[in-house]
């Protein structure tokens, strides 16, 4: 007998918050969601009254957990703070035993935010703009670096359109282990958590400030990434508070921005670029997708746009540049058919210019990354 939703909700209408109302009624409730005999959803309280929070937060994972058809629920307590600022700013490097750029167990330390164990790096794929093909460099970008022996994992923190799942044709929902913590999905040897596996497609995704930083954190502490050497994370386009205290949040090695050539996205890029600067976190260089167009046909190569602006962009702004990336049909159409080609085309020449942008990426991490590591078995 599966459990739905409406009886989880039944359930909760008949426990109170520290106010006294029901956690139906509440405004605190996140989404509820359930894959198969497991439970899933969050309270974000104000950081203030989170003490008195968590026993209703126990109250409720008990009282779940005892409906028939339960086998294990997770319920998360997070922290909002009032005003709409910046999310409060977790101990920074503090697990370093006092070397504040030494290396510690799960990497070397970052800007912002605490590491994750056993992950030794997390990049961030950004770009002003929406649309310029973050998402699909980010897959392919992540793919070419397990390419290079490294064990990846992929955030798909778009938590407004997160695209990961179609990307890599993901339908499973992950699985819960033991009580609190998700398992990421395995894809084409990449560990990956994206919020579109946690929510149906159809559900209109309405997120304030401070509820996307605790979905973003729980997506980031509370999955079961193991022993990475990275993890891409795929972030929201714009440059706007969200991605702000995303990037003072995630403890970030770096940045990589995707711009195609037009002047347009190039000032949205340099906003992202100024965005990581505020928060510390460096640029580990810039890519220009969507850069020409090679005739299928005649194999003419055609500027669509004003090729090679952000090459320009980026000596003027004095960051790396990464590579080119041509307009490219099959790269479209590997992408949206979840089959990305770097993955199923590993011999064509478009995934070898990402192979190309993954060993500047895999350079700029450092010795933190192996230079070539026979540590994984590449799945096909
Ligand atoms: N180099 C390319 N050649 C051809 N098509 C591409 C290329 N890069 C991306 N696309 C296509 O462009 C569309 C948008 O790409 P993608 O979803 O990666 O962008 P995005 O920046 O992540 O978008 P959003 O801002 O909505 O998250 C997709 O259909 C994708 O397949
Ligand atoms: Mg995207």
């Not at 910046?86 to 605490?114: C, E, V």
């Amino acid at each position: 007998m599966a459990i739905t939703v409406e009886q989880v909700q039944t359930c909760l209408k008949s426990i109170k918050g520290p106010d006294g109302t029901d956690l139906m009624a509440s405004g605190h409730l996140s989404d509820i969601v359930v894959t198969g005999d497991k439970v899933f959803f969050s309270l974000t309280v104000d950081a203030s009254a989170a003490p008195a929070w968590e026993a209703v937060r126990k109250t409720a994972e008990q009282a779940v957990k005892a409906l028939p058809g339960v086998t294990s629920v997770l319920v998360a307590l997070t922290a909002e703070r009032k005003g709409g600022g910046a999310a409060p700013q977790p101990q920074t490097q503090g697990h370093n035993h006092g070397h504040s750029h030494g290396h510690s167990h799960g990497g070397p330390a970052r800007a912002g935010g605490q590491n994750i164990p056993g992950v030794r790096n997390i990049i961030a794929v950004a770009s002003g703009k929406g649309g310029v093909g973050k998402s699909t460099t980010a897959i392919n970008l992540a793919l070419g670096l397990r390419d290079l022996g490294l064990k990846v994992g992929v955030l798909d923190s778009d938590i407004y359109g997160p695209s990961i799942p179609r990307l890599l044709a993901i339908k499973e929902k992950p699985e819960l282990i033991g009580e609190r913590r998700l398992k990421p999905i395995e894809k084409f040897g990449l560990k990956v958590m994206s919020i579109g596996f946690l929510v149906e497609e159809e559900t209109p995704m309405i997120w304030r400030g401070p509820m996307v930083m605790s979905a973003i954190t729980q997506m980031l502490r509370e999955v079961e990434w193991g022993d990475l050497d990275v993890i891409v994370v795929d972030m929201p386009p714009g440059t706007g508070d969200a991605q702000l205290t995303l990037a003072q949040q995630v403890p970030l090695a770096g940045a990589v921005i995707v711009s195609t050539p037009q002047d347009l996205a190039l000032i949205d890029a340099r906003r992202g670029i100024a965005m990581f600067g505020r928060v510390n976190v460096p640029v580990i260089g810039l890519v220009e997708n969507m850069s020409y167009f090679l005739c299928p046909k005649c194999g003419e190569r055609t500027e669509i746009f004003s090729h090679g602006g952000t090459r320009a962009e980026a000596t003027r702004l004095n960051v790396p540049f990464l590579g080119e990336v041509p307009l490219e049909p099959s790269i479209r159409e590997t992408s949206d058919a979840g089959l990305p080609i770097v993955a199923t085309q590993p011999d064509s020449p478009f995934s070898k210019i990402y192979r190309d942008i993954a060993a500047k990426v895999r350079d700029a991490l450092g010795a933190s990354a192996p230079r070539q590591g026979p540590r994984i078995v590449i799945e096909k």
